[in-house]
């Protein structure tokens, strides 16, 4: 877990060093801002064991605020049910853009333009049992504020001997 960590100097200017959560809590009472929550920490990382991708989630929204706060919710969540979770992954941002007549008679001229912006992300979950996602995507549904869509596609992934031990 890393977070960012503003030193004053007396002769310098701020520092923003990037540390690991355990060396910055490690660091002397006077460096330490006890006053900081974890939320502006980066969320944990949880290591793969394996490296399998057993879940994508793709999330979907008008407003990337609202959408990359909950992404970042997502993280946390899936480090506190222990998933190994890559970061955001910021896909293509799709624009549509409209005109439309300012007067429906005779003033050609006076169009007004619209657009409208899709914002994607992308969460990878690794290394998990499917009890596990499916509880984790319950709690994700059940949290999901208005405005964001998600996608879910999961993968269960099986041993090779299946089939041979069907046979006998």
């Known amino acids: 877990?890393?977070?960012?960590?503003?030193?004053?100097?007396?002769?310098?200017a701020f520092f923003s060093l990037s540390l690991p959560l355990s060396t910055i809590m490690?660091?002397?009472p006077l460096?330490?801002?006890?006053e900081i929550d974890a939320i502006?920490?980066?969320?944990e990382r949880v290591p793969p064991t394996h490296g399998h991708v057993v879940c994508n989630l793709h999330f979907r929204s008008f407003s990337p605020n609202v959408m990359d706060f909950y992404t970042d919710?997502?993280?946390?969540?899936?480090?506190?049910?222990?998933?190994?979770?890559?970061?955001?992954?910021?896909?293509p941002t799709k624009t549509e853009k409209w005109t439309v007549l300012r007067s429906?008679?005779?003033?050609?001229?006076?169009?007004?333009?619209f657009e409208r912006k899709h914002h994607k992300r992308l969460l990878q979950l690794k290394d998990a049992s499917p009890e596990t996602i499916a509880r984790l995507l319950a709690y994700i549904e059940?949290?999901?504020?208005?405005?964001?869509?998600?996608?879910?596609?999961?993968w269960e992934?099986?041993?090779l001997g299946q089939k041979q031990k069907q046979k006998q």
Not at 73 to 91: E, H, Q
């Open 1 to 12: 877990m890393c977070a960012r960590l503003f030193i004053c100097f007396p002769l310098l």
């Open 31 to 34: 460096l330490r801002r006890p």
């Open 142 to 154: 059940r949290t999901c504020p208005a405005g964001i869509g998600v996608k879910v596609t999961t």
């Open 157 to 159: 992934h099986e041993s």
């Open 40 to 43: 502006y920490y980066e969320p």
């Open 104 to 113: 429906p008679f005779v003033h050609k001229k006076a169009q007004e333009n």
């Open 73 to 91: 919710f997502t993280r946390r969540a899936a480090a506190a049910f222990g998933i190994p979770c890559s970061g955001t992954v910021f896909l």
């Open 26 to 28: 490690s660091l002397s």
